[in-house]
């Protein structure tokens, strides 16, 4: 069988610049480069939204980590996803990912804010962006790609983000990308109930109260506890 190109012959491990051959290590470097880069990025303008911007954010995250950030993956990948009871999201196949991101982008670019229309365009975003993270044109990053396309996307129409609330819900942010990506079965309420919040600063979410009287609002996705989410590799399928 194939072995994945993008890991060490030796080691399960993603091929990278500092030729780290350990997973937490690289784990870990990779987490201190991509924050820096993340935080820079949110203070750069894009004067358009389409497929070359989102892999030059992909680029300019990862450049400094892997080799091929930026470009498509070249290969067609599986995740077990423990909020779907251990399923995968079927990612676009490699020969697909161009044509999928046109099409989104052509729907990105319809939207326009007119200053009545706000909750529309989140609205509608929250399927874009879901559509895209669905596609997985990248081997690796493609949330923290997504997410900081949407920011800026959102911040270009003049929204006030809150990108900090995104950044402290990582795990809850990934997990609602993946029930915006089951096709006829997608649940997006998870995902707009963040975006709305992030974008517009508007809780949807109903108030349940802990034991404590405190509201957790990002502390589950159905009945899937994200505190549990557990990052796993993508593995290759031939």
């Known amino acids: 069988m194939m072995r994945d190109p993008y890991l060490y012959e030796d080691v399960d491990v993603l091929k ?10 690289l784990q870990k470097a990779e987490a201190d480069i991509t924050n820096l880069a993340m935080s820079a990025l949110y203070g750069h303008k894009y004067e358009k939204f389409n497929t070359e911007t989102l892999c030059d954010i992909h680029r300019s995250i990862f450049g400094q980590i892997f080799d091929w950030a930026g470009e498509f993956r070249t290969i067609q990948m599986i995740k077990y996803e423990e909020v779907l009871g251990g399923d ?3 990612y676009a ?3 697909e990912i161009k044509k999928q991101l046109t099409d989104v982008m052509k729907e990105l670019a319809k939207l326009k804010r007119t200053g009545e229309n706000s909750h529309d365009i989140v609205f509608k975003l929250v399927r874009i962006i ?24 959102a911040k270009h129409l003049e929204f006030e983000v809150n990108h900090e609330l995104l950044k402290a819900n990582s795990s809850y942010v990934r997990n609602a990308l993946v029930w915006g990506s089951q ?13 709305f919040d992030a974008f517009l600063h508007e809780n949807i979410l109903p108030e ?17 506890k994200v505190k549990n989410y557990v990052e796993r590799p993508h593995k290759y399928k031939k």
């Open 16 to 25: 990278n610049r500092a030729d780290i051959k350990d997973a937490e290590l």
């Open 88 to 90: 995968t999201v079927k």
């Open 93 to 95: 196949y490699p020969k």
């Open 130 to 153: 879901a559509s895209i993270w669905h596609t997985h044109p990248f081997r690796e990053g493609n949330t923290r790609t997504v997410i900081v396309f949407a920011i800026l996307f």
């Open 183 to 195: 096709g006829i079965y997608s649940k997006y309420e998870y995902l707009e109930n963040i975006f």
């Open 208 to 224: 349940t109260p802990t034991s404590n009287d405190t509201i957790s609002k990002y502390e589950k996705i159905g009945d899937y």
